[in-house]
């Protein structure tokens, strides 16, 4: 294939209930979506995760963009790529910038799947038709609510909860949790609001039997967590932390981590995703999709990935309906019981509904 037009649209889209982090609290999911063209006209479908501002790490939606037109997008357009994985190699040159090389990559990746006539789960070497999720739940007002919350999810049948913590709501929040749902799968994500002299403090977390924490400590760090995991019962999945396969070999070797969360656009793309998780599944480490509230177009690709045989556990892509009043495809992501169906038409599997996206661009650039 060859790219041969491209088109960057920055949306907003409200969230149906704001989402907060130990680092901030979520309203409107302000988001880049790429649409790229081949020279046969097939179109292909990529979303940057990276958020308006450097909180979850350095990349931003303006980072992204810059990156995107002044530096990916030359590298990519008019070439001939015969195979996705040649984008990782023609960025080569070009530095970090994760999110913003998964944006385009992505597209890439739907185009590929699309002339090869497959599903971008089978195009990816994915085994499931269909996939088991848990669901996020961000930092609430106060303990009862999150009580409710976390009981109607259980309800709806989500697999595994996980649940947001921070200083001065952690110990006593996930007791009651445990004590509620004696028998639901809870984990909980720090975000990175811990320091290695926390041990003490979070070694109470042991006691409620939680399937992992995520990322406690400091958002580059891999050396104090293979410290506090010595001292830790309770496993630890790295997220900030892992950028590359090169991250997640250093991280297994240094006993830091026991769970990896892949989020495609945290590493990259999705041919480094692959390359994660089959380094984890010949090493015994399982392996669970993260989340960055996408849209349908993000949400598509990271149901497709979660078809590889090492997404063990639950991931973090709830269905559409959790986080918007409508979703930019058709039809939107359906978790039914803690399942979602994975598509198996071409491609990303689901239709960009373009009224929608308009709807929700404020702004649109084309490159050619
Ligand atoms: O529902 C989702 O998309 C996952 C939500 C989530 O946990 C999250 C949301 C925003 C930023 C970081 C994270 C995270 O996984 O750490
Ligand atoms: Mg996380």
């Not at 949790?177 to 994500?189: G, K, S």
């Not at 939107?332 to 929700?360: H, L, M, N, S």
Request: proline fraction near 4%; include cysteine; glycine fraction near 8%.
């Amino acid at each position: 294939m060859k790219i041969t037009e491209i088109t960057i649209r920055h949306l907003q889209m409200k969230l149906k209930a704001p989402f907060t982090t130990s680092f901030g609290t979520f309203k409107i999911k302000e988001f880049l979506l790429l649409e790229a063209t081949d020279e046969a006209g097939t179109v292909g479908w990529g979303e940057s995760v990276a958020f308006n501002a450097p909180w979850y790490n350095e990349e931003t939606l303006q980072t992204n963009w810059h990156m995107l037109e002044d530096f990916l997008i030359p590298l990519i357009l008019n070439k001939q790529i015969n195979h996705p994985d040649e984008v990782n190699e023609l960025f080569a040159p070009i530095r970090k910038n994760n999110m913003a090389k998964s944006t385009l990559e992505g597209a890439v990746w739907d185009i590929y799947a699309q002339q090869t006539n497959q599903s971008l789960a089978k195009a990816l070497g994915g085994t499931k038709d269909k996939i088991e999720v848990g669901i996020s739940i961000g930092i609430q007002e106060s303990i009862e609510e999150l009580v409710a919350l976390v009981d109607g999810y259980v309800k709806e049948g989500y697999k595994r909860i996980k649940v947001k913590i921070k200083p001065g709501w952690d110990v006593d929040v996930m007791r009651t949790l445990r004590e509620n749902f004696p028998n639901v799968a809870i984990m909980a994500d720090a975000n990175s609001a811990y320091h290695l002299e926390d041990t003490d403090h979070l070694k109470q977390l042991d006691a409620f039997d939680l399937t992992m924490i995520e990322q406690p400590l400091a958002s580059d760090d891999i050396i104090d967590h293979a410290q506090l995991q010595k001292e830790l019962k309770t496993p630890i999945c790295l997220d900030e932390s892992i950028h590359s396969l090169e991250d997640a070999r250093k991280a297994v070797e240094l006993g830091s981590t026991k769970i990896i969360n892949i989020k495609i656009g945290r590493v990259g793309g999705l041919t480094e995703a692959k390359k994660i998780h089959d380094y984890c599944e010949a090493n015994g480490i399982p392996v669970w999709c993260g989340g960055m509230l996408e849209s349908g177009v993000g949400r598509s690709h990271n149901v497709a990935l979660t078809t590889l045989s090492n997404f063990i556990l639950p991931g973090d892509t709830a269905g559409s309906t959790r986080y918007w009043e409508k979703d930019i495809i058709v039809p939107e992501v359906v978790a039914t019981d803690g399942y979602i169906d994975v598509p198996q038409t071409t491609g990303i599997g689901y239709e960009v509904d373009r009224e929608t996206v308009e709807a929700y661009t404020v702004a649109k650039k084309d490159y050619r």
